[in-house]
């Protein structure tokens, strides 16, 4: 079984969490030089604006139903992000992070286990903790856990939790669902689809595998079978994944140091060739051990790890090495344990270095160069590059600002709240 | 808070994260000097007070004081707050608090109904709130930091 999580309009929530005023009111969160509408609270919707929407176009309106406006905080939602992302990661076996507000879970294994509470649990730890309200989908397969998913933020009579686990409930689903709806069918392929009297993803499900495969090929039919109940969409695509992780339940409990570290040595090794493979490097590391949970007449141990590693890398040395270290300062003697992991995290691509304008042959100064600039755009939320200090720094207003047409435009945005010790909320004692 | 390295490089600070940062042992082993440390065996990793104070780092987050009805609890203006979202109100915790459109610091006092919200100065005065106040508790405070040099 999958359960895919998906933050309830991300950005909005992030902003929301530092505004608690903004509950209930219109809030709208803008693109990239204030552009346009990327992200709407549910009040907007009903004002009839939607995504896409340029800036220009709504200003009336925000003055008339005295909409907050906010420029997107990349930095702010990334580092919610991974608040959210590790709430997750340290509550489930196996997580695979899909977007920046979005993550599956994989539960095999969990078959015992009451999964409409375990997803209302999920759901409630994570909004106690960050403020971030979430739906869940569960289901046999990830394009039926999106398609719960979904049902779950629609209904409220879910409670935030949708669960597809027999066929009667999967078919119901399926023929409430528009073709439109379902992941990974792309709009040129909807109208299709439609001209040819297809309309929910039931109606897809009945047409014969082979008829699915000359109409949508080798990736149409993983997404019938999936449909069907078949998983077969895998972690391993052509994508470059987010994280990386690696981890398997043991088939005998495991006490000793010794056997523990092996386990996480073999995992992190693993992970760091899956790393170099898509060419990428990773700078941080998370390693979970768990006792067995269902052995509920002995011990029980659940924790994680995680360490930033001073620079990001692939090598498996130092990648073995951070795991061990991690391992140290969890490992407890008097437990029997079930399952380890190693999480690679903050992965990116190692052409990051390979690119750059300076001599390759320096690459110790290189990848330093590299680090200082890569975490001054991180902070920064850009892409683009800086060069000049001034340049980067928000609150010294140099008379070259006007002139550097290339500098984000950002009027509306919010502070830097949980990265920026100077830009934290300010409580009031008064 | 700090990361060593050896001390035949320069000393690199990196600021607080969310995780902890890979500590390495303030005496290197000895593979580069070339002789056998006797504290080999015995290291252990520098204190790190990310690891020590903040128990669950996703739910963390901090906030600057300002004003000072909480002085007689020996809380200032500019004073460090860590806050933990994830904790449940007991009565007579140090709360950040989202009362009337802004981010408040007070003790809270849990009655059966009401919530007595407490300061800690003379010159204030304890708030009531009952359900049709539009009133939330953002946070418990776990540790108050105050800089002294």
């Not at chain 1, 992941?183 to 439609?194: E, P, S």
């Not at chain 2, 915790?93 to 006092?109: P, R, S």
Request: hydrophobic content about 40%; overall charge neutral.
């Amino acid at each position: 079984m999958y359960a895919l999580v998906d933050c309830n309009n991300f950005y909005v929530s992030c902003e929301r969490v530092f505004r608690p005023d903004l509950r209930d009111k219109p809030v709208l969160v803008l693109s990239n030089n204030d552009g346009c509408v990327v992200a709407l609270s549910n009040e907007c919707k009903q004002l009839g604006i939607h995504r896409g929407v340029p800036l220009y176009q709504i200003q009336d309106m925000i003055k008339q139903h005295d909409i907050a406006v906010f420029s997107s905080n990349y930095t702010l939602y990334g580092d919610m992000s991974n608040r959210v992302m590790q709430l997750l990661t340290d509550m489930s076996p196996d997580i695979e992070i899909y977007s920046i507000d979005e993550a599956f879970l994989d539960l095999s294994g969990f078959d015992l286990i009451d999964l409409e509470s375990y997803g209302r649990q999920l759901s409630r730890v994570v909004v106690k903790s960050t403020g971030i309200a979430v739906g869940i989908g569960v289901a046999p397969t990830k394009t039926l856990a999106k398609i719960a998913g979904r049902f779950a933020k629609k209904y409220p009579g879910y409670k935030g939790t949708c669960v597809i686990d027999n066929d009667e409930k999967r078919l119901k689903a399926l023929k409430l669902t528009d073709i439109s709806d379902v992941w990974g069918i792309g709009r040129r392929n909807v109208t299709k689809l439609k001209a040819l009297g297809i309309m929910t993803a039931y109606d897809l499900t009945l047409r014969s595998k082979s008829w699915i495969q000359s109409k949508l090929t080798i990736v149409g039919v993983r997404l019938w079978l999936e449909l069907k109940g078949t998983p077969c969409i895998e972690r391993e695509d052509s994508r470059a994944r987010k994280s990386i992780c690696t981890s398997r339940s043991f088939g005998e409990m495991v006490s000793t140091y010794d056997e523990l570290a092996e386990s996480v040595a073999y995992f992190a090794s693993r992970g760091a060739s899956k790393l170099r493979k898509q060419h990428s490097v990773a700078s941080m590391i998370t390693v979970f051990i768990y006792t067995n949970r269902f052995r509920e007449d002995l011990p029980q141990y659940t924790t994680s790890q995680s360490l930033k590693l001073s620079s990001p890398v692939s090598d498996s040395v130092q990648i073995v090495e951070a795991a061990l270290q991690a391992l140290r300062m969890i490992f407890r003697e008097g437990y029997l344990y079930k399952k380890s992991g190693v999480i690679l995290q903050n992965i990116s691509s190692d052409e990051a270095i390979q690119l750059s304008l300076f001599n390759k042959k320096d690459t110790k100064k290189l990848n330093k160069i590299s680090q200082v600039m890569d975490e001054i755009n991180r902070k920064n939320g850009d892409d683009t590059v800086h060069l000049a200090v001034q340049q980067m720094d928000r609150n010294n207003n140099t008379a070259n600002e006007q002139a550097v047409k290339w500098r984000l435009k950002e009027d509306y945005k919010s502070a830097r709240f949980t990265t920026n010790l100077k830009e934290i909320i300010q409580v009031n004692a008064k | 808070m700090g990361c060593k390295k050896s001390k035949y490089m320069s000393i690199e600070i990196h600021k607080i994260d969310q995780s902890t940062l890979l500590p390495i042992p303030f005496a290197d082993e000895g593979i580069r000097a070339g002789f056998p440390s006797p504290a080999q065996d015995y290291m252990q990793l520098a204190i790190d007070l990310n690891q020590e104070l903040i128990h669950n780092p996703a739910s963390t987050f901090y906030g600057r004081v300002v004003g000072d009805s909480m002085i007689d609890a020996q809380i200032y203006e500019g004073d460090l707050l860590v806050i933990d979202k994830s904790l449940e109100p007991r009565d007579g915790d140090l709360a950040v608090c989202f009362l009337d459109g802004e981010f408040t610091l007070k003790y809270i006092d849990i009655d059966d109904e009401v919530i007595w919200l407490r300061p800690a100065n003379n010159h204030f005065k304890p708030i009531k709130v009952t359900p049709d106040n539009e009133f939330i508790v953002w946070g418990i405070v776990t540790y108050t930091i105050k800089k002294r040099r």
